[in-house]
């Protein structure tokens, strides 16, 4: 760290900390369940470069509990690890398990391009730290998408199975991907603060508009849907055991230094 | 039946720095273009070890491996720079040098 983070008073802070923590989870979660295809994805060089994203995501996971913990001095391990499965605030999208490459692939352009709305959103943020944070994470962020980009057209484009799976796993994910945008509590704080710029509501309208017109073609029409109120709290059996996963290494050490 | 991804062979140079030579990394299968710059950057630059990438097709290679042609049977040292021997001629000048510095 290299400056100190602006004062914030008691309200923004823990408004700021509930969307750290919901940034955070978002990749945690992702970046765990991509990381599920080490060793089995399609192909070499798709499993490196699956592993390798998945990598990345928990990497941006890292920085983000890191300035939480430096916002509520906590430590930036034991907010990865040392919460029940409720406690995480991830959207429900990443509650699905990882299913087959169609329903990942689906679940990566979903989730990619909201990210990529919201990072937009975030890198313009008045809490400069969350800006430039935000900024760094495009630049990585950009090549994910354009990687789940060439996998949903690939499998689109094949007219056969694959398309059909395709479908079935936009079609069944697309109402709980809705809640990347679901609302945050203190969320009024942040937008008058600056610190989102723009409104989830908003930010969920500009998602829909960019890709309602390559997931239709791809999975027929799509219903009109919105985020959940409590689209950040319906955890599922299939991350409650990927939670026993994700956290077993942690567990059997509690409390040790890696 | 779904038909696994084409096996077509990509080369891949990289550059280190800016400015540095491009130097054959290596390669990757990939069915096209999109998905071969994909995996080229995973397995070659995702350590943050090259600034550059070249991604070429294999067979958009011209390749020229002809024995006749690259290792010619008569003797070809003349056409080298060691060619020249200029050992006592380098000796003799350094010899030279340190007399005049000498004097």
């Known amino acids: ?258 | 039946m779904t038909t696994a991804p084409s096996d077509r062979v990509w080369e891949v140079f990289r550059q280190e720095d800016e400015g540095d030579p491009m130097v054959h990394a290596g390669n990757v299968n990939a069915p096209d273009e999109e998905l071969a710059m994909h995996y080229a950057r995973e397995f070659y630059g995702r350590r943050g070890e090259s600034y550059r990438l070249w991604i070429v097709a294999r067979d958009a290679i011209t390749e020229l491996g002809d024995p006749d042609l690259l290792k010619p049977p008569f003797d070809r040292s003349h056409k080298k720079p060691g060619g020249y021997i200029i050992k006592h001629k380098l000796e003799a000048a350094k010899a030279r040098a340190a007399a005049e510095a000498g004097e």
Do not use: C
Request: net charge negative.
């Open chain 1, 1 to 258: 760290m290299t400056t100190a983070p602006p004062e914030l008073d008691p309200t923004t802070r823990d408004a700021l900390a509930e969307l750290l923590l919901t940034l955070a989870d978002d990749e945690f979660v992702i970046g765990f369940w991509d990381s599920e295809w080490t060793g089995i994805a399609p192909m070499l060089e798709e499993d490196v470069a699956t592993s390798s994203i998945a990598q990345d995501e928990i990497g941006h996971a890292r920085a983000l509990y890191e300035m939480l913990a430096e916002l509520t001095g906590e430590d930036a391990d034991a907010i990865a690890y040392g919460r029940e499965p409720e406690a995480y605030r991830h959207a429900s999208l990443l509650d699905h398990e990882r299913g087959d490459w169609a329903a990942t692939v689906a679940r990566r352009y979903l989730y990619e391009t909201a990210d990529a709305v919201r990072l937009a959103a975030l890198a313009t943020s008045g809490h400069e730290p969350l800006a430039l944070l935000a900024a760094k994470m495009r630049r990585e962020e950009t090549y994910h998408l354009l990687h789940a980009e060439a996998w949903l057209r690939r499998l689109a484009d094949s007219r056969g199975d694959a398309a059909d799976r395709l479908a079935d796993a936009v079609r069944r994910l697309w109402p709980d991907a809705q809640d990347v945008f679901a609302p945050l509590l203190n969320e009024e704080t942040l937008v008058a603060r600056g610190v989102l710029p723009t409104p989830m509501r908003a930010l969920h309208a500009e998602w829909v508009a960019r890709v309602r017109p390559t997931l239709e073609p791809v999975a027929g029409d799509l219903p009109q849907s919105a985020p959940r109120l409590d689209g950040r709290e319906r955890r599922s059996d299939a991350f409650r055991w990927l939670h026993g996963e994700l956290t077993s290494v942690a567990r059997s050490g509690a409390g040790a230094t890696w």
